[in-house]
């Protein structure tokens, strides 16, 4: 069992950064594959970034390739998403999520989910 806990979300002004923060329990944490996920009001959860639980791997949408940056502390247990450049349209929840087998962008196969944190960018 992995138990995902996210943070850093907030109120931003367009062209702002936030970083969020996920961290996970459990003493497995390196061998999870990791990823950050969003859903705004009336649309389908989306795909934001992932990373492979070895050698760190990254994987983005094309919404927010350049703009967003993912990365693992595997001592901390923790996974970041670092938002430059923000949007209106990057206003979501976000959720983190884990999976021991698959990296990749299908939010049906990760096992593990957070409780979202709301990023909410003003223009």
């Known amino acids: 069992q992995v138990r995902l806990v996210e943070s850093g979300g907030g109120l931003v002004q367009a062209g702002g950064s936030l970083r969020l923060s996920c961290t996970a329990s459990g003493r497995t944490f390196s061998t999870y594959a990791m990823g950050w996920f969003r859903q705004a009001p009336g649309k389908e959860r989306e795909f934001v970034a992932g990373?492979?639980?070895?050698?760190?791997?990254?994987y983005y949408a094309d919404s927010v390739k350049g703009r967003f940056t993912i990365s693992r502390d595997n001592a901390k247990n923790t996974v970041h998403l670092q938002m430059n450049s923000l949007k209106p349209d990057d206003t979501a929840v976000y959720y983190c999520?884990?999976?021991?087998?698959?990296?990749?962008?299908?939010?049906?196969?990760?096992?593990?989910w957070g409780q979202g944190t709301q990023v909410t960018v003003s223009s």
């Open positions: 999520a884990a999976d021991l087998r698959y990296t990749g962008s299908q939010a049906e196969r990760y096992d593990y």
């Open positions: 990373i492979s639980w070895n050698r760190g791997v990254t």
